[in-house]
């Protein structure tokens, strides 16, 4: 095995450990305030890493396609969780109710549907094919429009989650 290759894969079985471990410490004390929404986002991390590892290692375009398909569901769920997790550490979700919730899982609920069947459709990705980067075959597609209004969500919400966490930490005098 090339050893790029080999560091890639322990960085993924890395990142899966530390998210297992974080996870279940959180899990422990899920009473805390964003423990929950913590709890998530080391679920997501660990599902993405665990997929794209398995990804990493398949060989057929289409067992590439499906475990890209489910590195997705990962990342869906980091992303969902990412502001989740920002509105109940300073426990903002309280003031705001329940709206948060449904607003939250509703967009990751009909990517997850386009995603999951986007092998009889082409509005998520399109023209599979593989490719070889360095030591790695890898899956190749041209993105379609739910590919960019996705990446646009996905990285709305970590600057959402940002601004909430800094604004938060510049009104408070520690961070506890």
């Known amino acids: 095995m090339n050893p790029w290759g080999a560091v890639g894969q322990f960085s993924l079985l890395f990142t899966m450990v530390m998210m297992a471990v974080l996870g279940a410490v959180a899990y422990t004390r899920k009473q805390i305030a964003g423990a929950v929404g913590f709890i998530l986002i080391c679920l997501g991390a660990f599902i993405w890493a665990g997929v794209y590892l398995l990804e990493l290692r398949a060989i057929s375009v289409e067992e590439k396609f499906l475990f890209f398909r489910l590195k997705y569901i990962g990342l869906l769920i980091l992303a969902g969780s990412l502001p989740a997790f920002a509105l109940t550490f300073r426990n903002i979700y309280q003031k705001l109710g329940q709206t948060p919730n449904y607003f939250l899982g509703i967009f990751p609920a009909i990517s997850f549907l386009i995603i999951v069947t986007s092998g009889k459709h082409t509005f998520f990705i399109n023209n599979l094919r593989l490719l070889t980067v360095g030591p790695f075959t890898v899956l190749d597609y ?11 969500y996905l990285l709305l919400m970590v600057v959402t989650a940002v601004i909430i966490i800094f604004i938060q930490a510049l009104s408070t005098s520690g961070i506890f």
């Open 142 to 152: 041209d993105p379609a429009p739910w590919f960019s209004i996705n990446m646009i």
